[in-house]
């Protein structure tokens, strides 16, 4: 088969057409809005564009090294040569991390072209692809003489997890390229997986989803419908207790409870939103509304009760998982990276299927402050987990340095379990798909950033735009039309949720969308003003473990202080937030009004309430949560308790 050979993934669109634009992480063939390829959108300079830039140049070299130097990419090697498993490294999930930097290769290639890359991607998948079994079978940690049996752990072996990002590499590629090696194997092992775990094979599913929406997207390319009943059965299977209970419940492996009857999104952070974007692909190509409802249920009460104001979703450390609602301590936020991606897949997904603008909210919420949180500046470090509180100084790692896994202290360079660097590199790579949609009528914008669109509605009626902005630093987002057809079409643009007050071409417009029909011109402009201004946020009075704090946010925004940005010998616990007196912005930093507080002795830590008393006012610089620690060790704070009085 061929990548032409396949079904439109949308009203004149084949897979060849992904290719000849680019590619897009998530194709659906039908849904409200319609995702524009890598090739239609492109960065221009800016906040966004530099972290991508910064992914290529960086970041993609150091995962590749970590993989060599860490021996996962030679696990392949050892296989081939039959050197398992005594030479096997890493845990048994690492060969996703291979996986996952292929993807973003794949995904860097779509929108540069860049032959260098490419022959490094060549070169990886010679490895990957020499280690695949004669019957699709393709994982190092199992299966062979001295290793598990095949299948024999589905509850912590991660093998259908692996096959998943392997597939999602070979999807990556397909769209990008065409077919090659890596699509042949990516098919081959789905070809295994149906063979296995169709509906007279293992009835079992994996304690790792990710699966699922792996085999519904090369049902998008390839057009074969095996791969999109496999995943549909893999949904419907979870939550028939099919997995072995464990300690932490059946709840983490979403195993408890059928995804149709669950109300909101729960267990290992991770997983349930990797299992929701899978269920809606399922939902979206089946024409199942029962399905995408019970997705959009879930997604709802989780982003109302057990959601961090930074986006981040996971409050508990023990099983890195979501806690019940409302329970969001700062100073525990797991808040793993890896969960900031899959939340960013699952609203896409929901945006894409049916155009609620607080998906884009949430997307950009979480973009800002886990995903840019994560990456150092030079893109070699990273936070597997990303705290609201960090309450004493951390310990900056050694460059050469693996560390465990999680300790929110500073950004490493490396991890035991190093799943949150590679999941960064494909998503940053993947970053510019998430700009901007299109449907019959128009093209509508998401996320604001500098960037260029070209692309076509259907009809091949031409549209071209330039979007001009220095956003998140300014509010003023200026859309300049540079191609358009002879006849009206709908510009539509988000208005942020917390937008109040801001303005298109100088009339007010509520948080939502706006939409701009008439028959534009070449060189016409759109003007959306953003109230992006420095404000107040207090939390629910249900999330107990801020109440009587407030957060300093501007934009989309989440500030912080920092222990570097207090005077010396002051504790950051002696702070308190004056609210009386309004945050202001001030040589690209936050100032606002603080007192320090005088703080009971030693001795005992109760006493009558009333006990603290204003020692003295000061003025508090705050900076960008997604920049913490970026000077070193530092304690730091998004909640602030508020002065007495």
């Known amino acids: 088969m061929t990548i032409d050979e396949v079904l439109p993934i949308a009203p004149g669109r084949t897979a060849g057409d992904w290719t000849r634009r680019g590619g897009t992480p998530a194709a659906p063939s039908r849904g409200r809005l319609r995702p524009l390829g890598l090739r239609?959108?492109?960065?221009?300079?800016?906040?966004?564009?530099?972290?991508?830039?910064?992914?290529?140049?960086?970041?993609?070299?150091?995962?590749?090294?970590?993989?060599?130097r860490a021996g996962w990419l030679g696990n392949f090697d050892a296989a081939v040569e039959g050197r398992l498993p005594g030479a096997r490294r890493g845990r048994e999930f690492a060969d996703t991390e291979t996986y996952k930097l292929l993807e973003a290769m794949a995904w860097e290639f779509g929108?540069?072209?860049d032959l260098e890359l490419e022959a490094r991607y060549s070169a990886i998948v010679r490895r990957v692809a020499a280690a695949q079994e004669p019957d699709g079978y393709l994982n190092t940690n199992f299966g062979r003489p001295g290793q598990q049996p095949r299948y024999s752990d589905l509850e912590w072996g991660h093998e259908l997890y692996s096959f998943g990002h392997l597939i999602q590499a070979g999807v990556a590629r397909a769209?990008?390229?065409?077919?090659d090696e890596l699509v042949e194997v990516a098919i081959r092992a789905a070809d295994h997986v149906c063979d296995v775990f169709g509906p007279d094979g293992i009835a079992g599913v994996c304690g790792h989803p990710e699966i699922e929406p792996a085999l519904v997207e090369l049902y998008r390319v390839t057009g074969d419908r095996r791969y999109l009943e496999q995943a549909a059965l893999f949904v419907d299977r979870r939550g028939h207790r099919v997995l072995a209970d464990i300690e932490f419940g059946r709840s983490y492996f979403q195993d408890e409870v059928p995804v149709r009857a669950a109300e909101v999104l729960r267990g290992h952070a991770v997983r349930a939103t990797y299992l929701a974007a899978g269920a809606v692909d399922v939902a979206v190509e089946t024409g199942d509304t029962e399905l995408l409802d019970a997705v959009t249920r879930q997604w709802r009460a989780a982003v109302a009760r057990r959601t961090y104001l930074t986006g981040g979703m996971g409050s508990r450390h023990q099983d890195e998982a979501f806690g019940p609602d409302f329970v969001l301590p700062p100073d525990r936020a797991y808040s793993e990276t890896c969960a900031g991606v899959g939340s960013v897949m699952l609203a896409w997904r929901l945006l894409l299927a049916q155009g609620d603008p607080r998906c884009a909210d949430l997307i950009e919420r979480t973009l800002f402050n886990v995903i840019a949180t994560s990456p150092s500046d030079d893109g070699?470090?990273?936070f597997y987990t990303n705290t609201l509180h960090q309450r004493v100084l951390g310990t900056e790692p050694a460059a050469d340095t693996q560390v465990p896994r999680a300790a929110s202290t500073l950004r490493a360079p490396w991890f035991e379990v190093s799943c949150c660097p590679t999941n960064l590199a494909r998503t940053f790579a993947g970053l510019a798909a998430y700009v901007a949609t299109s449907d019959d009528d128009g093209v509508q914008l998401h996320q604001y950033a500098a960037a260029r669109i070209r692309t076509a509605l259907p009809g091949g009626r031409a549209i071209g735009l330039?979007?001009?902005?220095?956003?998140?630093?300014?509010g003023r987002i200026t859309v300049r039309v540079t191609e358009a057809p002879d006849a009206p079409w709908t510009l539509t643009l988000r208005v942020p949720h917390w937008a109040d007050g801001a303005t298109l071409d100088g009339v007010a417009v509520p948080p939502g969308q706006v939409r701009v029909r008439r028959r534009f011109a070449p060189g016409e402009t759109v003007v959306l003003d953003l109230p992006v201004r420095p404000r107040l946020t207090a939390a629910d009075p249900r999330v107990d473990s801020v109440r009587g704090c407030a957060a300093?946010?501007?934009g989309p925004v989440v500030y912080c202080v920092e222990s570097v940005d207090l005077p010396p010998h002051v504790p950051l616990e002696a702070l308190r937030l004056d609210p009386s007196i309004a945050p202001e912005d001030r040589d690209g930093a936050v100032v606002v009004a603080g007192r320090l507080a005088s703080l009971p002795g030693n001795e005992w830590p109760y006493g009558p309430p009333g006990r603290e008393t204003d020692v003295r006012a000061l003025e508090v610089t705050l900076r960008p949560y997604h920049d913490w620690a970026a000077r070193g060790p530092s304690t730091m704070r998004v909640w602030l308790p508020l002065a007495a009085g």
């Open 111 to 113: 929108r540069t072209g």
């Open 466 to 474: 330039d979007v001009d902005t220095a956003y998140p630093a300014d």
């Open 552 to 554: 300093v946010e501007r």
């Open 175 to 179: 769209r990008t390229f065409g077919t």
């Open 40 to 68: 239609e959108v492109t960065l221009l300079p800016g906040f966004w564009q530099r972290r991508q830039d910064v992914n290529r140049s960086a970041s993609l070299a150091h995962i590749e090294h970590w993989l060599e």
């Open 380 to 382: 070699t470090r990273f």
